[in-house]
């Protein structure tokens, strides 16, 4: 037995030991389940003493049924979503429930609680396992069935209701989605500030899907985490629609707009024909939002959309495109064409889908139509004579405009990659994202004037010859084929081309990562980075005052400016000690609720949130490849889109199966099933 005031085994005590805290009356307010003993002075929980489930220790007590003297909000926040509360509330609602039913039967009262049936929690542990591992939904009555062969004890006494079957499948996910959606819930209303990450997608029949994820921050421990929110089928229309979906979203789980602070869309489609209508509307709505685009996954960065209006750049799309569908299938003898084929696999190129490609965009792609481009052209001349197709192709590829295009894309691809990468470290410093850009964009400026390597190196290989009759200009050969269209008239439209090309990307890319975003995050760096701080203490002084003026007026609304300025020389000073500490170190330490730093400057604990809450990391990253990958092969298999987004929650967000709470699942599903039986929802 624990003594009261005691925390059981498993669970450390939080008591600030240094400071006297006093119970808040105004906790009971928002904590229903709390009571105090006035006498002892200790806090309950009603709940978990009524059910006294056991936790994973497998003890029936925790600090809240035993009484705890952990007067702190975080506390109550921990406790209010950790499985042993929530499987309390399960049991508490399943014994309400049950005497509902047995209403008029005083005889059968006398139950306290009833258990969570193991052969329930059996199929649906298999439910959740199959969504993990992305197995279809027909196979569970096999994997069922297996499991009794192997003598799975819960199965063998299948004593459960009607309700689990096989053909329930979908139902069962749904309740999985709702528990795992309710802990989002928890962690956004807990969180200080939340990011917002949209990414479009369009499938083979045309159909927009948007998929929404979300960054939040705990105050508990100051550590981030990203949830997938769903995935909303789009009718065809303009910005409205997407604003009006992700208003939806943001009602549905609670999202006040004073919390969303940043937004980042994560597809070139969505940024290209629809991002300057979301991001003013919701600016409009969220005050402190600021928008950084296709900053968490990197394969978008290139604003292939963007640049569509460039008319040769279609043209050498339909080029490239017709030599993939021509050779993707040949199986004669060179190493280029098997390259060719082993980018469709690489990239996962779907051939088959009526959505156009984007062939600028795909470094593999274009790299290898360059290495194979002297062994294309000779088939294609050997085939031209019998096929057309073969012909205007050949015609196509020995053009000087098709070779010193491709080149351009082999100098622009490689940097936007390198950009990409940085953005899925996951402790990016964010001291380097502005020069990072300023760079990019410096570099392509340099090369509408001065030609880029592979380029360059082109120009240089080419072997001028005259012409037999001597007359006309020359003859110009690359790699033993003459290319055709050489004319000064030629050359001139390529350097307009190359001009408006390498503008086209360079304002695209100005354009995902405004000025005003970039100095913001400048300026978060500026403060909250140690490794940034001037190495002598006597230059500590000015330092940064500048860059948090600019950080106090953004977020003027929630921070108090002249406390922060008051606070800013001992703050400095302090960060100065710590420079062994990271970006994400350092602000972690500023939210964490029980830190000193955090009660001593509560204006920069304020703007650190807002700078965990900006969408990075490889964490997100995956979680968003993932969701593509899923909706891509989720479709491929269901006529319909019903269930998918439960699909995809439990498979992106789905903790391992030891971790999950599956009596409040199982709560869910008998509620969504049984007619008059009472909807429980954990708030």
Same mark, same amino acid.
């Given at each position: 037995m624990v003594p009261p005031g005691k925390k059981p085994a498993g669970e450390t005590s939080n008591s600030n030991k240094k400071c006297k805290r006093y119970f808040n009356e105004h906790w009971k307010e928002e904590f229903t389940w709390l009571e105090f003993d006035y006498e002892r002075k200790l806090m309950f929980c009603i709940e978990c003493r009524q059910a006294l489930v056991k936790n994973k220790h497998g003890k029936a007590e925790n600090a809240f049924t035993v009484g705890t003297d952990n007067f702190q909000r975080h506390a109550l926040l921990r406790?209010?979503?950790?499985? *042993?509360?929530?499987? =309390?509330? *399960?049991?508490?609602?399943?014994?309400?429930?049950?005497?509902?039913? !047995?209403?008029?039967?005083? +005889? /059968? #009262?006398? !139950?306290?609680?009833? %258990?969570?049936?193991p052969a329930k929690v059996a199929v649906l542990t298999t439910v959740y396992w199959m969504a993990k591992e992305e197995i279809p939904d027909e196979k569970c009555s096999s994997l069922l069935?297996?499991?009794?062969?192997?003598?799975?004890?819960?199965? @063998?006494?299948?004593?459960?209701?009607?309700?689990?079957?096989?053909?329930?499948?979908?139902?069962?996910?749904?309740?999985? =989605?709702?528990?795992?959606?309710? %802990?989002?819930?928890? #962690?956004?209303?807990? $969180?200080?500030? &939340?990011?917002? !990450? &949209?990414? +479009?997608?369009?499938?083979?029949?045309?159909?927009?899907?948007?998929t929404v994820f979300t960054t939040t921050v705990s105050p508990c421990n100051g550590q981030t985490a990203a949830a997938f929110l769903g995935s909303f089928e789009l009718p065809a229309g303009e910005a409205s629609t997407v604003v009006g979906k992700v208003g939806e979203v943001m009602r549905s789980f609670g999202i006040p707009t004073m919390k969303m602070t940043w937004l980042s869309a994560d597809s070139a489609s969505?940024?290209?024909?629809?991002?300057?209508?979301?991001?003013? =509307? @919701?600016?409009s709505l969220c005050p402190l939002l600021a928008e950084m685009h296709c900053l968490a996954h990197g394969s978008s960065l /290139?604003?292939? %959309?963007?640049?569509? $209006?460039i008319e040769y750049l279609q043209q050498y799309e339909t080029t490239v495109d017709a030599v993939y569908r021509l050779y993707s299938s040949f199986r004669g003898e060179g190493d280029g064409l098997r390259e060719l084929r082993s980018v469709l696999d690489l990239c996962e190129i779907d051939l088959g889908s009526t959505r156009a490609i984007r062939w600028t965009s795909i470094f593999p792609a274009v790299e290898a139509i360059d290495s194979s481009w002297p062994t294309l052209v000779l088939l294609l001349e050997s085939e031209a004579e019998r096929s057309p197709v073969a012909h205007g192709l050949c015609e196509e590829l020995k053009k000087f405009q098709f070779v010193a295009f491709t080149k351009i894309l082999l100098d622009v691809l490689p940097i936007f990659q390198k950009l990409s990468r940085f953005f899925q470290i996951e402790d990016f410093d964010l001291s380097i994202l502005k020069p990072i850009v300023s760079s990019t964009a410096t570099t392509?400026?340099?090369?509408?004037?001065t030609s880029g390597q592979n380029l360059q190196e082109f120009l240089n290989e080419m072997n001028e010859h005259p012409r037999d009759d001597g007359e006309g200009e020359s003859r110009l050969y690359y790699k033993g084929v003459e290319l055709a269209n050489c004319s000064q008239v030629h050359l001139k439209h390529f350097e307009h081309l190359k001009e408006s090309y390498l503008e086209s990307v360079r304002g695209s890319l100005l354009d995902r990562f405004p000025g005003s975003v970039l100095e913001a995050v400048s300026s978060f760096s500026a403060i909250f980075n140690p490794k940034c701080y001037p190495q002598s203490?006597?230059?500590? *002084?000015?330092?940064?005052?500048?860059?948090?003026?600019?950080? @106090?007026? *953004?977020?003027? #609304?929630?921070?108090?400016s002249e406390r922060a300025r008051s606070d800013f020389p001992l703050f400095k000073r302090i960060v100065f000690s710590l420079g062994q500490l990271s970006f994400k170190d350092l602000c972690v330490k500023l939210v964490y609720s029980n830190s000193e730093m955090h009660e001593l400057f509560p204006d920069f604990a304020v703007l650190a949130a807002i700078a965990l809450a900006l969408p990075l990391g490889s964490v997100l990253a995956e979680k968003i490849n993932r969701g593509r990958e899923l909706l891509k092969r989720g479709r491929s298999r269901r006529t319909k889109d019903e269930g998918l987004s439960d699909l995809m929650k439990i498979a992106i967000d789905g903790p391992a199966v030891h971790e999950?709470?599956?009596?409040l699942a199982i709560e869910y599903y008998e509620s969504m099933r049984e007619p008059g039986f009472i909807v429980a929802q954990v708030k």
């Open positions: 406790h209010v979503t950790s499985g *042993a509360h929530r499987q =309390a509330l *399960a049991v508490n609602r399943e014994q309400l429930a049950f005497e509902t039913r !047995v209403h008029g039967h005083p +005889e /059968l #009262r006398s !139950v306290i609680k009833v %258990e969570v049936n069935d297996f499991q009794k062969f192997n003598l799975c004890q819960a199965l @063998l006494a299948s004593e459960h209701s009607e309700y689990y079957q096989p053909g329930s499948v979908r139902e069962m996910q749904a309740a999985i =989605a709702k528990v795992l959606h309710n %802990e989002a819930r928890h #962690r956004i209303k807990a $969180s200080p500030f &939340v990011g917002l !990450v &949209v990414d +479009e997608t369009v499938d083979v029949l045309e159909r927009r899907n948007l969505l940024v290209a024909e629809r991002l300057g209508g979301v991001g003013t =509307a @919701l600016t /290139l604003p292939a %959309e963007g640049v569509v $209006s392509l400026q340099a090369q509408k004037s203490l006597e230059d500590i *002084a000015s330092y940064g005052v500048s860059e948090l003026n600019f950080l @106090l007026q *953004a977020y003027s #609304r929630v921070v108090v999950f709470d599956f009596a």
